[in-house]
């Protein structure tokens, strides 16, 4: 019998979304917004791949990873974060694979309000050492409206998922 995967995502600018369709494409799995899938409809799938977008370095979506936690112990379950954090490191959730993948920020057309705290780091890290800055300082002050999104790095996942 073929084992049934379901991707859900959850994206606030479009990165999570655009990883996500290229890994259900990629894999013939069914493709969800997290907020359009229904609980119940977890008993139909043997592997869930979960993407979130990371704010603040939390993994948007975490809630449900957590809350639905003894539905998803006996799946295989692969968890994906996207964000310019490369040292990202998930909370929690040990028992699941976990991969990052990069994304970008799009300055234009971000929010007001993270306009204003995306300006705030950055006047926080034009402050320091240039040599002693993250990756993740780094693209905040030098390369926030790079496009980093890239069809290869779902690559780790896929072959996870085929093995
Ligand atoms: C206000 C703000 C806060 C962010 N915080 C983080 C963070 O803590 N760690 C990280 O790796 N990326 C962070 N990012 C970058 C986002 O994770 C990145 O833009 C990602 O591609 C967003 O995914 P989405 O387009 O699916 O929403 C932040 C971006 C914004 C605008």
Not at 38 to 44: E, P
Not at 73 to 95: Q, S, T
């Given at each position: 019998m073929d084992s049934k995967c379901a991707v859900i995502y959850k994206s606030k600018y479009g990165s999570t979304k655009c990883y996500a369709g290229w890994i259900a494409l990629k894999l013939g799995a069914d493709l969800y917004e997290l907020s359009d899938f229904r609980i119940r409809d977890i008993k139909k799938y043997d592997t869930i791949i979960y993407g979130g977008s990371i704010y603040f370095g939390k993994l948007s979506g975490i809630d449900f990873l957590v809350e639905n936690y003894d539905k998803l112990k006996d799946k295989e379950v692969v968890l994906f974060g996207v964000g310019i954090d490369d040292d990202y490191k998930f909370e929690n959730l040990d028992d699941f694979d976990k991969f990052y993948l990069r994304g970008s920020i799009d300055f234009k057309n971000i929010s007001i309000t993270d306009k204003i705290i995306i300006n705030y780091l950055r006047s926080k890290f034009s402050l320091k050492d240039e040599k002693l800055l993250s990756t993740y300082e780094n693209i905040i002050l030098?390369?926030?409206?790079?496009?980093?999104?890239?069809?290869?790095?779902i690559d780790s996942i896929i072959n996870r998922s085929k093995a």
């Amino acid at each position: 019998m073929d084992s049934k995967c379901a991707v859900i995502y959850k994206s606030k600018y479009g990165s999570t979304k655009c990883y996500a369709g290229w890994i259900a494409l990629k894999l013939g799995a069914d493709l969800y917004e997290l907020s359009d899938f229904r609980i119940r409809d977890i008993k139909k799938y043997d592997t869930i791949i979960y993407g979130g977008s990371i704010y603040f370095g939390k993994l948007s979506g975490i809630d449900f990873l957590v809350e639905n936690y003894d539905k998803l112990k006996d799946k295989e379950v692969v968890l994906f974060g996207v964000g310019i954090d490369d040292d990202y490191k998930f909370e929690n959730l040990d028992d699941f694979d976990k991969f990052y993948l990069r994304g970008s920020i799009d300055f234009k057309n971000i929010s007001i309000t993270d306009k204003i705290i995306i300006n705030y780091l950055r006047s926080k890290f034009s402050l320091k050492d240039e040599k002693l800055l993250s990756t993740y300082e780094n693209i905040i002050l030098n390369q926030i409206d790079s496009d980093f999104l890239d069809k290869k790095n779902i690559d780790s996942i896929i072959n996870r998922s085929k093995a």
